[in-house]
């Protein structure tokens, strides 16, 4: 599950929106999961999150 935070005195999309994973990471990673980081990895799941969250928030 990923959450966002806004960056609003960035000037493009990609430095307006920063997702953050609310998984704890270093527990999944000793439990076999990989470690990717707090961001979405998935391109298509990040184009198609940013969409959703553009159509509720103007920038």
Do not use: Y
Request: charged share 20%; net charge negative.
């Amino acid at each position: 599950m990923w959450g966002f935070n806004l960056w609003l005195e960035n000037q493009t999309i990609d430095e307006i929106l920063e997702f953050d994973s609310f998984v704890n990471i270093h527990n999944n990673q000793l439990h076999g999961f990989m470690r990717g980081g707090m961001g979405i990895l998935d391109a298509d799941i990040m184009a198609k999150a940013t969409e959703v969250i553009c159509k509720w928030i103007q920038f």
